[in-house]
């Protein structure tokens, strides 16, 4: 049997795992790795920051469905993907993280480039590893990427001394992982689903509120069927975006501090709400005892630690939401429904979208949501986006309408900035084909620009619009309803010039300061076949609507 370094056994295992491609960048005690990462046809690509590299492997992830791979280097290399991997700790996203570590003999010594990354990473992770001994390294990777992808997904780290990479050890392909305290429950209980049957029988205003689990399971195609043989209206996270389509007629919008209208309404007014995949953020909440006050709730989700966690629920349903839903459709074929239309309630939900639709005014100055409405009709909704975190990615939510899962890629439950360009890197390997955006701020997109290096090294035709309002504008929006329009340290006194920035890293930049150039700019930024920056001047104190104020009900939006 032959032998070989941990080194070689890590990239063995990497293929065995079906990984064509790593984000990392190199360090000392991961050199090893890198000289033979150098004789495999393994795609590495080079980001300028360890973070950038998590949150690509995390953008590759959710279009691709396969587990993400990042390798940085110990100590600050180590430390910098943090932010990366509690990102996708919140999302649910699978990821394997490989950190080099000082060898074990300096293991608590102080070496340098040393950090207990295990110990400081044990709060954000599904799950990590310290390898100590070569011979557990194969062994320790299978369990990494079954536990990553398994089961609600999550980022995985391990911790791979210098001196395990070099140690040889005779290799053999380990067995199928099976872990007696680790069993996911996958199919639901049937008794649990009957009691959805029946209370869908006699639902008056039934309610399908869906999230992101929708996406990771790919169930949209059984959401779908739920959704249209019933005549149910459908409401989503922003994680779930994409999963129904938003341009349906059942389709209600995203919920929540920033929902529309009629999404928040039919959840203070629904009787019954089957919520799929969901985790009850305190972001759609809002004050959790007065949330869908008249609703028998039922919580589909495959975590049962996330059941009953913020909300009480009258039906849990513990299983994979894909099998889940897919066993609910059954069940619900075999029963007399043609009756149950909801004819009344969809009116009550028609008038609410007549009466109290989406709005802005544009006149003389861009406004954001402008932008983002002209960059759904040119790219007739089939772009890849990804998002900064702020008013672009609420904008971004709410006006350009997400037909397919996959295609909204945005940081939820951490709210990181920084995250959709190397995202959009991550999505671009992903899909080569596809055309990916970034919709970003004029703060945000500045806490990882770096990553247009990666972008152009690589010929990745990603697009970045940048919302350029001259401010930190979720939080100025908030100092002006909340604090008085004391605009304390949001307005940016100082921003590069984003054209020439683009063209320093040899990608396009584009710029458009009236309402007329918007249009002409994005058809410009599009069809270029090289990475692109388009900087658009918009209006400084637009706010995003509707909102709800902290501590309130989700039905008291503040519309204008």
């Not at 501090?257 to 799929?276: F, K």
């Not at 972001?283 to 959790?288: D, H, I, L, N, Q």
């Not at 309402?515 to 001047?537: S, T, Y």
Request: aromatic share 6%; proline share 5%.
């Amino acid at each position: 049997m032959s032998k070989l370094t941990g080194a070689q056994i890590l990239l063995r295992m990497l293929k065995e795992e079906g990984v064509d491609t790593i984000f990392g960048y190199p360090g000392g005690v991961v050199l090893d790795i890198y000289d033979e990462l150098a004789r495999t046809d393994l795609n590495h690509i080079l980001v300028r920051h360890e973070q950038g590299a998590v949150h690509a492997a995390d953008a590759y992830a959710r279009v691709t469905g396969k587990v993400g791979v990042c390798l940085v280097t110990s100590g600050p290399g180590a430390t910098n993907t943090v932010t990366g991997l509690a990102t996708a700790n919140c999302d649910s996203i699978p990821i394997v993280v490989i950190t080099g570590q000082v060898p074990t003999r300096l293991i608590g010594n102080d070496a340098f480039q040393e950090v207990d990354i295990v110990g400081i990473t044990r709060p954000c992770t599904k799950h990590n590893y310290l390898v100590k001994d070569v011979k557990d390294l194969a062994k320790t990777i299978k369990e990494a990427f079954h536990i990553a992808r398994s089961g609600r997904p999550g980022p995985v780290l391990i911790d791979l001394p210098k001196d395990v990479s070099i140690a040889k050890t005779s290799f053999k392909l380990p067995d199928d992982i099976a872990l007696r305290s680790y069993n996911p429950t996958y199919v639901p209980n049937r008794k649990q689903l009957q009691k959805v049957v029946e209370l869908l029988k006699k639902a008056k205003k039934p309610l399908i509120f869906s999230g992101g689990g929708v996406i990771l399971s790919r169930a949209h195609k059984e959401l779908d069927e739920l959704a249209k043989r019933n005549k149910i209206p459908v409401t989503s996270t922003l994680m779930g975006l994409g999963g129904f389509s938003g341009t349906d007629l059942l389709w209600l919008g995203m919920p929540g501090m920033h929902g529309t209208y009629r999404a928040n309404m039919s959840i203070s007014e629904c009787d019954l709400m089957i919520a799929v995949g969901v985790r009850f953020d305190d972001r759609v909440t809002g004050k959790t005892d007065e949330f869908a006050p008249h609703a028998k709730i039922v919580q589909i989700d495959i975590d049962p630690t996330s059941i009953q966690k913020n909300i009480q629920v009258q039906v849990p349903v513990v299983g994979d939401c894909k099998i889940s839903l897919e066993l609910l459709n059954q069940m619900i074929a075999q029963e007399d429904m043609d009756a149950f239309e909801h004819h009344l309630w969809l009116d009550q939900i028609d008038n609410w979208r007549k009466t109290t639709p989406q709005v802005y005014d544009q006149k003389d100055v861009i406004k954001p949501q402008y932008v983002i409405e002209k960059l759904f009709e040119l790219t007739k909704g089939e772009a890849i986006i990804t998002t900064e975190v702020g008013q672009n990615q609420m904008w971004a939510a709410q006006y350009y309408h997400f037909t397919k899962p996959g295609r909204f890629i945005s940081s939820g439950g951490l709210g990181t900035m920084g995250f959709g360009l190397p995202a959009a890197v991550g999505a671009q390997v992903a899909a080569p084909d596809k055309l990916v955006v970034d919709i970003a701020g004029d703060g945000s997109i500045q806490m990882n620009i770096q990553e247009m290096a990666t972008a152009v090294q690589y010929a990745l035709p990603v697009k970045v619009v940048i919302l350029n309002n001259g401010f930190l504008g979720m939080v100025r929006q908030w100092q002006q309803l909340f604090y008085d329009r004391c605009y304390s340290s949001t307005k940016l006194q100082h921003t590069p010039d984003f054209v020439k920035l683009a063209e320093a890293y040899g990608a396009v930049g584009l710029r458009a300061t009236k309402p007329e150039e918007v249009e002409k700019i994005l058809k410009k930024g599009i069809a270029c076949n090289n990475a692109v920056i388009m900087d658009f001047v918009v209006e400084p104190e637009e706010c995003v609507y509707p909102m709800v104020p902290a501590g309130a009900p989700i039905s008291k939006m503040l519309l204008v």
